[in-house]
């Protein structure tokens, strides 16, 4: 574990709380969610982020309230460390009017503008050109903004993630490219989908700085994450961040995972970011059982808050289907 003392003399015990609870309320939050699920209170498709938290968690440290962020339909983490309240939140999976994207987005599309939170994209590798876009409108505004765009190693595979590389470089546009690699893209491995499995060479091939972090260690990847916010506010262009981690769920609610072993998600359920970071913190005494239990007493009734929040929602009525909506014949 690269979790040793001396490897993380700055870290002081109010932030090591902050990161173990952020990382706790994505896993509560979600797990309710799947919950949920079940009872089809929400519907529709659902991909959890479980496993996976240190990755949005470790980068969200590294941006400002005025930066932006792209996601994709795997989000609810991202949102909710990015500050994205977790009663809108939960209203919006649940499909109601007081979800923040007004029950119209669901899990997959999630948008705050308070938050500059872009989504929530259901479309592989379509989030990457929408933050090269972010990115050139805050330049072209002189704007000293980061746009910090998350996707999956499957979206390498397209050719949004080679076109928004190109631009981002040729136009040496601040955005944070964060892959998470998680292995696989649905049900198919990266080694017999990719001829190049290293990601990070597909974005230096387009002078794109790049590193690979471990994606379970949320200190290493808030470290990576603000070296990398750090050159791109310097002007040096976007910076590319590749973070090896894992899902522990299957892809989405509907997923048997008879492409992965039992041995092999569980050998990676020994590396959870929670649970890494909560024994170091303890065994260098920053952290304290009683501080997770009132953590965990707390998430707990932020999560039902938000679920009795959801359920008092209400669902948009049939007159509304048609606003916002423009046929071609408006448009024109
Ligand atoms: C353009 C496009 N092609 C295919 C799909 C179907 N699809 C949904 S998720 C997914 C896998 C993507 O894997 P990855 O980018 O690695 O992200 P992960 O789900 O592992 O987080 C695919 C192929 C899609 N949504 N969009």
């Given at each position: 574990?690269?979790?040793?003392?001396?490897?993380?003399?700055?870290?002081t015990r109010?932030?090591?709380?902050?990161?173990l609870?952020?990382?706790?309320r994505?896993?509560?939050?979600?797990?309710?969610?799947a919950?949920?699920?079940q009872?089809?209170?929400?519907?529709?498709?659902?991909?959890?982020?479980?496993?996976?938290?240190?990755v949005?968690?470790?980068?969200?440290?590294?941006?400002l309230?005025?930066?932006?962020?792209?996601?994709?339909?795997?989000?609810?983490?991202?949102?909710?460390?990015?500050?994205?309240?977790?009663?809108?939140l939960?209203?919006?999976?649940y499909?109601?009017?007081?979800?923040c994207?007004?029950?119209?987005g669901?899990s997959m599309?999630?948008?705050?503008?308070?938050?500059?939170?872009?989504?929530?994209?259901?479309?592989?590798?379509?989030?990457?050109?929408l933050?090269?876009?972010?990115?050139?409108?805050?330049?072209?505004?002189?704007?000293?903004?980061?746009?910090?765009?998350?996707?999956?190693?499957?979206?390498?595979?397209?050719?949004e993630?080679?076109?928004?590389?190109n631009?981002?470089?040729?136009?040496?546009?601040?955005?944070?490219?964060?892959?998470e690699?998680?292995?696989?893209?649905?049900g198919?491995?990266?080694?017999?989908?990719?001829?190049?499995?290293?990601?990070?060479?597909?974005?230096?091939?387009?002078r794109?700085?790049s590193a690979?972090?471990?994606g379970?260690?949320?200190v290493?990847?808030?470290?990576a994450?603000r070296?990398?916010v750090a050159?791109?506010?310097a002007?040096?262009?976007?910076q590319?961040l590749?973070?090896r981690?894992?899902?522990?769920r299957?892809?989405?609610?509907f997923?048997?995972?008879l492409y992965?072993?039992?041995?092999?998600?569980?050998?990676?359920?020994e590396r959870?970011?929670?649970a890494?970071?909560?024994?170091?913190?303890?065994?260098v005494?920053?952290v304290?059982?009683?501080?997770?239990?009132?953590?965990?007493?707390e998430?707990a009734t932020?999560?039902?808050a938000?679920?009795?929040?959801?359920?008092?929602?209400?669902?948009?009525?049939?007159?509304?289907?048609?606003?916002d909506?423009t046929?071609?014949?408006?448009?024109?």
């Open positions: 574990m690269s979790t040793a003392r001396e490897a993380k003399p700055h870290l109010p932030h090591v709380l902050a990161l609870r952020e990382m706790l994505i896993r509560r939050f979600e797990e309710r969610c919950e949920l699920y009872q089809e209170k929400i519907r529709g498709f659902l991909h959890l982020y479980i496993g996976e938290e240190a949005a968690v470790g980068v969200m440290q590294a941006l309230p005025e930066d932006a962020v792209v996601a994709t339909y795997r989000e609810h983490g991202q949102a909710l460390a990015r500050g994205v309240a977790m009663n809108p939960m209203a919006e999976m499909g109601k009017q007081e979800g994207s007004r029950g119209r669901g599309h999630v948008f705050d503008a308070a938050t500059r939170f872009y989504g929530g994209n259901a479309i592989v590798g379509g989030g990457l050109p933050a090269v876009g972010l990115a050139l409108a805050d330049r072209m505004q002189n704007r000293a903004n980061v746009t910090a765009c998350f996707f999956g190693e499957g979206a390498a595979a397209e050719g993630f080679h076109e928004s590389m631009l981002a470089a040729l136009w040496r546009l601040p955005v944070l490219f964060v892959c690699n998680n292995l696989y893209a649905m198919t491995a990266l080694a017999i989908s990719e001829s190049e499995t290293d990601i990070r060479a597909k974005a230096q091939c387009y794109v700085p690979v972090v471990d379970m260690d949320v290493a990847v808030e470290a994450a070296a990398a050159a791109i506010r002007g040096e262009g976007p590319f590749e973070c981690t894992y899902r522990f299957a892809h989405s609610m997923d048997a995972q992965r072993s039992k041995e092999e998600v569980e050998r990676w359920k959870c970011p929670i890494q970071l909560s024994a170091w913190g303890r065994s005494g920053l304290h059982d009683a501080d997770i239990a009132a953590m965990e007493a998430i932020e999560v039902q938000s679920v009795d929040f959801a359920e008092a929602g209400s669902w948009e009525p049939l007159s509304d289907l048609a606003r909506v046929t071609p014949r408006e448009a024109a």
